[in-house]
């Protein structure tokens, strides 16, 4: 298959796309053409995850064989990977509601979803490209990519990964997570910024001709993690098909009835994934963008209005706090009638003056499928507090939000009570441990694991091993660096590595 950018009309292969994550022009890769309708339940009826797996990346990534996409889904799904066999459990929390665990992997969070096996599509995409550079994976997180990709990339012959957070931007957790990171060939750093800082830089490097010739020169070549890579996101899809699959065979909903998607929402890659299997034929009806104080994409689905002029909140949900979501970029060119030059368009608008508007045609056309919401931190604790009360089923805050906006959807939308809704459960919430407690009224120890100890015995949830375990790992990376240091800091990683 062929993959175009948003912003022009160049034509890649998809090996090319998956290999150098962000097209030269600025813009994102998508199918050039987009396997729309591609999936019916007959199709997916019966299948495992790992089976289903196959089933969808065959239908966007036709370069590799059935036998090779097989062997690599069954790699990245494995019990080595995930504590369950069913990858992503549903979890049904009343008649019309169900809870899609998405954090069973190996750093407990959903980007183990797709991080188990974009590592794989990555090596057999440089394979075909016949390309001998080394590959750095640069990649900005706001928490939950940092940890999942380390874990990807770690100790992968011929790639080296670089990956940039917020020093103030993380949970404890997820900072000990990365800041424990083993692996011969990672490097962390934070930095004193924001997500949208580290972010914003590392979209430029990509497309910084002069940087690229210098590693160039080293046998070095950039490649990102972050969901800006179809790679990244392409595997997202597959647990909304797989989700559809279970509702069936549950008997939760009928083959032709639709299910809506509640999705807490950050860099947008999740929504879209659920968005594309949604364009592929699975019958998704209402997709609920659940945001935080960092509202802005609340906004655009009820406005049109894309607005990044605004405070930035740092809140107890920090994967959700982003202001430039990437994805929406793929999102805009499809609202658009997959018009590059539009897309283009907007994406500068949006570089110049931090707003972009749809217009009236175009928004009635996203309120047809998108709506969002959202819950400031206050609202999010006693979501956790009322969800654990009421179900005993512990929400960590990005769930929390997601069912905070599912709630208020609920109060404006009667009808939704009667329709089947799953809420996208993105993280384990021991990787939360302060507010947590602060929810449940529940006395914070001395650290987080001593927090996490109360936690288990009041609420009986299990600590999970990979957590436990880094209690007694040493910290290797403690380096915080101004933003504008991170070229050097790159160009040091790879002064480490190079012969």
């Not at 090779?68 to 995930?82: D, G």
């Not at 990956?163 to 490097?187: A, C, H, L, R, W």
């Not at 830089?201 to 210098?214: G, P, Q, S, W």
């Amino acid at each position: 298959m062929k993959y175009t950018s948003t912003r022009g009309d160049v034509m890649v292969d998809e090996t090319y796309a998956l290999l150098h994550g962000l097209a030269e022009d600025g813009g994102l890769y998508v199918p050039s053409t987009f396997p729309s309708n591609s999936l019916t339940y007959e199709m997916i009826a019966n299948k495992s995850y790992q089976e289903i797996a196959v089933i969808v990346l065959e239908k966007l990534f036709t370069s590799f064989s059935q036998k090779a996409l097989r062997e690599m889904v069954q790699s990245a799904y494995s019990e080595i990977n995930f504590d369950t066999s069913d990858i992503a459990p549903l979890h049904s929390l009343s008649e019309h509601v169900s809870i899609l665990e998405l954090f069973h992997g190996r750093t407990q969070a959903f980007k183990d979803m797709a991080l188990s096996l974009f590592p794989y599509l990555l090596v057999a995409a440089k394979k075909i490209e016949k390309e001998s550079k080394n590959i750095l994976i640069l990649t900005a997180t706001s928490g939950d990519t940092g940890k999942a990709a380390l874990e990807g990339f770690k100790d992968v012959e011929g790639t080296h990964i670089q990956i940039f957070y917020p020093t103030d931007g993380v949970s404890p957790m997820q900072k000990e997570q990365m800041q424990k990171q083993e692996g011969s060939n990672v490097n962390v750093t934070a930095i004193n910024g924001n997500f949208d800082d580290a972010q914003q830089f590392l979209k430029r490097l990509f497309v910084d001709e002069t940087m690229a010739d210098t590693v160039a020169q080293k046998d070095v070549m950039f490649s990102s993690a972050n969901s800006i890579n179809i790679g990244r996101l392409a595997p997202q899809i597959i647990y909304y098909v797989f989700t559809y699959a279970e509702l069936v065979s549950t008997g939760a909903i009928h083959t032709d009835e639709t299910f809506n998607v509640v999705v807490p929402t950050g860099n947008f890659g999740n929504i879209l994934a659920a968005y594309y299997a949604k364009k592929m034929g699975i019958p998704i009806g209402k997709l609920i963008c659940a945001s935080n104080q960092n509202n802005v994409l609340t906004d655009f689905f009820n406005t049109g209005t894309y607005d990044m002029n605004r405070p930035f909140y740092t809140t107890i949900s920090p994967s959700m706090d982003i202001l430039e979501s990437s994805n929406f970029e793929r999102f805009l060119y499809y609202i658009s009638g997959e018009d590059s030059e539009r897309t283009s368009f907007w994406m500068e608008t949006l570089k110049k003056t931090g707003c972009v508007s749809v217009n009236e045609d175009e928004l009635k056309r996203i309120q047809h499928d998108f709506s969002g919401a959202y819950i400031d931190d206050e609202e999010t604790k006693s979501i956790i507090d009322e969800v654990y009360n009421s179900y005993g089923y512990l929400l960590d805050p990005h769930t929390a939000v997601a069912m905070g906006a599912y709630i208020k959807e609920l109060q404006l939308h009667l009808e939704l009570e009667q329709q089947h809704t799953v809420i996208a459960a993105t993280a384990h919430p021991f990787k939360f441990p302060d507010p947590i407690c602060e929810a449940l009224h529940i006395q914070q120890g001395h650290n987080a694991y001593e927090s996490l100890e109360a936690i288990s015995a009041v609420t009986g949830v299990a600590f999970p091993k990979q957590l436990l375990e880094l209690r007694n790992k040493k910290l290797r990376f403690t380096k915080t660096i101004d933003k504008e240091a991170m070229k050097e800091e790159i160009l040091l990683f790879v002064d480490s590595f190079v012969k």
